[in-house]
C-alpha cells in the first residue's frame, strides 16, 4: 500500500507521517485489495482537518474528519474509512451459494395434467 501524505498550511513531521502509517495499518489487515492512499491534512484557523482517499479494486473511497486536534481528526478518519472498507468488502463477496439448498423445504412437485 502506498500512502501519499500532503499538508496544507501544516508542516507534515515525522511522529505525523509515523502516526498515519500506523493508522492505516489497521486498514491493510481488513482489506488487502488496497491500492493507493491520498492523505490530505490541513488547519482551517482552529479545526484540524484529515481527509483520504483510497484507491480500491474497482472504487475509490473516500472520508474525511473535522476535530480541534489533528490526531484526533486522524482516528476519526481511520474509523471512517473502516467502516467504509469494510462495507465495500462485503458488498463483493459472493453471496451464490446461500440460496441454493433450504434446510428441509423441498419443491413443489407438479402436478401431473391428464394428457
Do not use: W
Amino acid at each position: 500500500m502506498q500512502i501519499n501524505l500532503t499538508g496544507h498550511h501544516v508542516d507534515i513531521t515525522e511522529p505525523l507521517k509515523d502516526y498515519v502509517d500506523t493508522k492505516f495499518d489497521r486498514l491493510a489487515r481488513h482489506f488487502d485489495d488496497v491500492i493507493n492512499v491520498h492523505v490530505i491534512l490541513s488547519v482551517e484557523k482552529l479545526r484540524q482537518k484529515a481527509e483520504a482517499t483510497i484507491h480500491v479494486n474497482g472504487a475509490n473511497v473516500f472520508a474525511d474528519a473535522v476535530h480541534e486536534d489533528m490526531y484526533a481528526a486522524i482516528d476519526g478518519l481511520i474509523d471512517k474509512l473502516d467502516r467504509q472498507v469494510i462495507k465495500y468488502k462485503e458488498k463483493r463477496q459472493s453471496h451464490r451459494g446461500n440460496n441454493n439448498a433450504k434446510a428441509g423445504i423441498e419443491p413443489p412437485a407438479d402436478e401431473e395434467q391428464p394428457g
